[in-house]
């Protein structure tokens, strides 16, 4: 059973660009939770998916930022117009159950330039 | 509100030596606390949960964390470091067992083992 995979693992975006992060759980997994890392900081919690339901959303940034977790296919964080502070680690972690179980992926860097 | 703070956010020991990473919350609520590695360009692991059963957990390689509600505090420690637990350990708590979004996570203790 393969683990959280996320990619690409480094993405570099200059400013204005559009970034796309994805994230495919782990098989039989239909919780997704995405987390910010700044550098020196613990994880930040976005946003929380089922399959095709947006459960919180509560720690994603109004504007520029929005996720989705299809039927079929990962689950993508997206950030339109990039800015140099969204520079970061992004994590997913995936469930089962919802319970706090969840195994993380290995990130994507993002960096803006 | 729930927080997590962890005392040195760089913590350097001697192989063989104990390891102590502090950790202190605040909950309005019994909490549920867990400790979690991270090694370089990895995702976070978990090493081991607090989830008001026995008061002193044990994870894996070797660590245990004891949960004593009278000083809020959640310290983990490992009896002999070894080269492989140079990482970074986050803290992280959360006043249910369910729904991680409700997971507030420390800000990291970088440890380096000392050869």
């Known amino acids: 059973n393969a683990g959280v995979m996320q990619n690409p693992r480094h993405l570099v975006r200059r400013r204005g660009q559009e970034a796309r992060l994805r994230c495919s759980p782990m098989?039989?997994?239909?919780?997704v939770y995405w987390y910010r890392q700044l550098p020196e900081e613990g994880l930040k919690f976005m946003v929380y998916l089922q399959k095709e339901n947006i459960i919180d959303e509560s720690g994603m940034p109004k504007e520029r930022f929005s996720a989705e977790f299809p039927k079929e296919g990962p689950s993508i964080l997206r950030i339109q117009q990039v800015v140099r502070g969204d520079s970061a680690a992004y994590f997913c972690?995936?469930?089962?159950?919802?319970?706090?179980?969840?195994?993380f992926g290995q990130g994507t860097r993002l960096t803006v330039v | 509100a729930q927080s997590v703070t962890q005392l040195g956010s760089h913590v350097s020991v001697s192989e063989g030596a104990l390891v102590l990473l502090r950790c202190n919350y605040s909950s309005s609520v019994p909490p549920y606390l867990f400790w979690y590695v991270q090694y370089p360009n990895q995702g976070l692991q978990l090493l081991l949960k607090?989830?008001?059963?026995?008061?002193l957990v044990k994870g894996i390689n070797g660590f245990e964390a004891e949960f004593k509600k009278s000083e809020t505090s959640f310290h983990l420690t490992k009896p002999s470091a070894h080269m492989s637990d140079a990482a970074e350990y986050f803290c992280a708590v959360s006043d249910t067992k369910t729904s991680y979004d409700k997971v507030i996570f420390g800000p990291g203790t970088s440890l380096s083992v000392i050869p």
């Open positions: 098989k039989g997994h239909s919780h």
């Open positions: 972690a995936s469930s089962p159950t919802g319970e706090i179980e969840a195994f």
């Open positions: 607090y989830t008001s059963a026995a008061t």
